[in-house]
């Protein structure tokens, strides 16, 4: 996810068939154990928080982060920048840091501007959330522990994208999406582009079947980049494999919760349509934590 992208709206069904995975046509092989490979998560990921802070501390892991503050942490960083297909400014007054937990939550506006103002700030109708690391990290695996309310027309997403840059930018992205239309689902997606000369911007997107909605409870999502391909866990449980346009370059670790511009021919078929009673809706993090791979 970022601050220009068109968003995907068009899936792929993933099943496993046989041992390997088969994705919109695509056929890869089933994951080689990762050193970071997640364990099977507990019913509530919560209860994994201890174990992960000792073995990130005795491993000198990049990055172990409890929210255990009352601020945004150091090291983090609001996203302000709004973009057309957002129907949200962005500031972090929606942002919260409380007991634990990062609190993103999507409400309704009420006459505030995003943190970088656009021209099309005038039609937005809501306030959106973002945050994301400071630090971009080279191959790694990263684990979060997590629930999303996300409400019909709301989409929220744990990601892991490259530096923007001017004037052309080779955005390469790895995505998990939860759309508020169908929480029983997780969007999966890989992004590579050069931006520009591409217009294709839709990314490779498939979609999980979770055995569970994401709002009823703390779950956790692994992604991770090693050069050769980029894999997805839930709860433990490998998700899917990808071996083309995985990562090269750093990336940075993202959180957000935002609404999908109502007015667009495809919002409501992709995220739901958005209510004005649906608001506030809002994404929890109880932790999160990141491996640099060799």
Not at 19 to 34: D, E, H, K
Not at 151 to 171: K, L, M
């Amino acid at each position: 996810m970022n601050p220009t992208d068109v968003r995907r709206h068009a899936v792929k069904a993933c099943v496993v068939v046989l041992g390997t995975i088969a994705c919109g046509g695509r056929t890869v092989p089933p994951a080689v154990v990762s050193a970071a490979a997640p364990a099977p998560a507990p019913a509530d990921c919560r209860a994994d928080e201890a174990a992960y802070v000792r073995r990130a501390g005795a491993e000198r892991w990049a990055l172990m982060e409890t929210f255990a503050g009352s601020a945004i942490p150091q090291g983090w960083e609001a996203g302000v920048y709004p973009w057309p297909e957002n129907g949200c400014v962005m500031n972090d007054s929606t942002i919260a840091v409380r007991d634990g937990l990062l609190a993103l939550t999507v409400r309704a506006r009420k006459g505030e501007t995003s943190g970088a103002p656009s021209p099309d700030d005038d039609g937005k109708i809501c306030v959106g959330a973002e945050l994301h690391t400071a630090r971009f990290f080279g191959r790694a695996h990263v684990t979060a522990c997590l629930r999303t309310e996300a409400t019909p027309g709301t989409v929220a997403a744990f990601f892991a994208i490259s530096q923007y840059r001017q004037p052309v930018w080779n955005q390469q992205e790895i995505d998990f999406e939860w759309l508020g239309k169908d929480l029983g689902l997780a969007q999966l997606n890989v992004h590579n582009h050069t931006r520009p000369p591409d217009t294709d911007l839709t990314g490779t997107p498939s979609f999980y079947p979770l055995g569970f909605a994401a709002d009823t409870g703390f779950h956790r999502y692994d992604l991770e980049w090693d050069g050769a391909r980029t894999r997805f866990w839930v709860d433990g449980t490998i998700a899917e494999v990808r071996t083309g346009d995985t990562p090269t370059l750093p990336l940075d670790v993202v959180f957000n919760h935002y609404a999908v511009t109502p007015s667009l021919p495809w919002a409501a078929k992709w995220a739901g349509p958005l209510r004005d009673a649906s608001l506030p809706t809002r994404t929890l993090v109880d932790w999160v934590a990141v491996l640099e791979l060799p």
